[in-house]
Each structure stands twice: as C-alpha cells, then as structure tokens.
C-alpha cells in the first residue's frame, strides 16, 4: 500500500496550520507598519488569522475521521457513469508522476509563500506581512472548501474502477471515495494566483509580474496533470480544483483590497422576479 499522498496531505494540512502560527507572530510586529506608501492592500490580523487558523484545523480535523469509516462503506461505482475524458484515466499508474505531484503540492505553495519575500524593498516588512496572510489565507480557504466538498460529493478514485489497482493501491477508508476534487491542484494554484494576484497591484510595472504568473501558472499545472497520470484523480477532479483555486486566489485578495474597505468602491446586488445580477467596481 501506497501511503505518499496520504503524508503530503497531512503535510499540506501541517503546513496551513504552521502559516497560521507563524502570522500570529507576525500580526503583532505588522502593528510596526514601516511601508513606504499607502499599501493597496488591508488585512485585519483580528480576522484573517482566525480564518487561517479554523480553516487549517478543520482541514485537520476530518482526515482523523475518516480513517474510522469501515471498509464496508465504500463502494465502486461503474464505469458507464463517467465521460470518456474519465474513462481513459482508469488503468493508469505512475509512481514518479504520483511522486512530482506529491512533492510539488507541498513545495510550490510553500514557494509562493516565500516570494512575499519581494516585496521587502519596495514595501518593507508590512508588505512581506500582508502578501503573506493573504496568499495562507487563500490556501487555507482552499483547503477547507476542498475538505467539505469531497465529504458532500463522495466520489471513488481511479484506482477503485480497476480490480488489480485497487488490490495494489486501496486504503479501505474514506480516502479511496475522496476524488472529488483535486486538493494538490487546488492548493497549488490558490496560493500562485494569491500571490501574482497582489504582487501585480503593488508592482503593476515590474518584469517579474510576468515571470510569476507564468511560474505559479506552469508549475500548478504540472503538479495538476500529474494527478490523473499518476491514477489518483480524474480530468475533471484536476479541472475543478483548479477552478476553486484560482477562484480562491483571486477572491481573497480582492476582498483585502483597501478600496473596498475605504468606501471608493461599490458592489451592487439587483433581484427581481426571474432575474439576478451582480455588479462590482473598484
């Protein structure tokens, strides 16, 4: 049995939940404000980090849970109700593929994590702060929307539609009906789209805004098709994920955008009968 993507998940979760200590710490020295300008940004560490902190040990929490689901409650289902772009990922198996996506999806979050790093000469230390909440704060978001969904939406894993594989690689726990939706696709691509999200407001000019959206883009990419070669997730569980988290990585920093917090913004909600529309504007 084949435990790797067991480890990194507890990894990822181990490393929310290290993100949220760690910008505990930090919320008290962001008091210190040393930006050079009015930052475009606005984080309230009385929220953020608690948001941080609940979503990280709910992410935490129901993985112990699920190792107490007998064998006797999980099912495969047949292979008539998947779409053909599912159906060619059953049969699949690849250790190295499954190993790429298992270091990646710790590695690249925790690398876009560390890029906050960029803006110390332009922003100081409150701007590495504030880059840094937002991106953990849009993985931590993506973790636990990830954590509710695949519990709600109960789904075998590839290697459950094949007798061999699922000989080789079943866990008998709830992990083997948990496909729904990639969780490594998600965490990646949440924390690289956070962190080129708020990197181009603060440094619309700058030569690395290209060179991080096209880096975060690349690797949360690879680490997502990695998933459906390696027989653990189908296409359309890597294609979800990846819509969560580019909408986690776009979403949270919009909501931390000081012009929505100064009143020079307007978000607009109009119902009528049959009829429901949103407006925004910044």
Avoid at 238 to 262: D, E, F, Q, T, Y
Wanted: hydrophobic share 45%.
């Amino acid at each position: 049995m084949n435990d790797s993507s067991l480890t990194v998940d507890r990894a990822v979760r181990i490393l929310l939940l290290t993100v949220s200590l760690l910008l505990a710490a930090a919320g008290a020295f962001s008091a210190e404000s040393d930006a050079r300008r009015s930052s475009p940004f606005v984080v309230h560490c009385c929220v953020d980090i608690p948001v941080i902190a609940v979503s990280t040990v709910t992410s935490l929490a129901f993985p112990l849970y699920d190792r107490s689901v007998p064998r006797s409650q999980l099912w495969v289902s047949s292979r008539g109700s998947l779409c053909g772009m599912d159906r060619w990922v059953i049969g699949k198996e690849n250790d190295g593929l499954r190993l790429a996506g298992d270091v990646g999806t710790v590695v690249v979050p925790a690398a876009a994590l560390c890029l906050s790093l960029l803006e110390y000469p332009s922003w100081g230390w409150s701007g590495v702060i504030e880059d840094f909440l937002i991106a953990g704060e849009a993985l931590a978001v993506s973790a636990v929307i990830r954590t509710f969904v695949c519990r709600a939406f109960p789904r075998p894993r590839p290697y459950m539609y094949d007798l061999n594989l699922k000989r080789e690689h079943e866990r008998n726990y709830r992990w083997d009906i948990q496909s729904f939706f990639s969780g490594h696709a998600s965490s990646c691509f949440a924390a690289t789209t956070a962190l080129s999200f708020v990197y181009t407001v603060r440094n619309p000019g700058s030569i690395w805004v290209p060179v991080l959206w096209a880096g975060g883009i690349l690797t949360s990419t690879f680490v997502t098709i990695s998933r459906p070669l390696a027989g653990e997730h189908f296409w359309s569980d890597a294609l979800v994920g990846s819509a969560a988290g580019i909408l986690c990585g776009i979403a949270i920093p919009v909501l931390h955008l000081a012009s929505i917090h100064n009143g020079d913004s307007e978000v607009r909600i109009v119902i009528t009968a049959g009829f429901c529309a949103a407006s925004c504007s910044f």
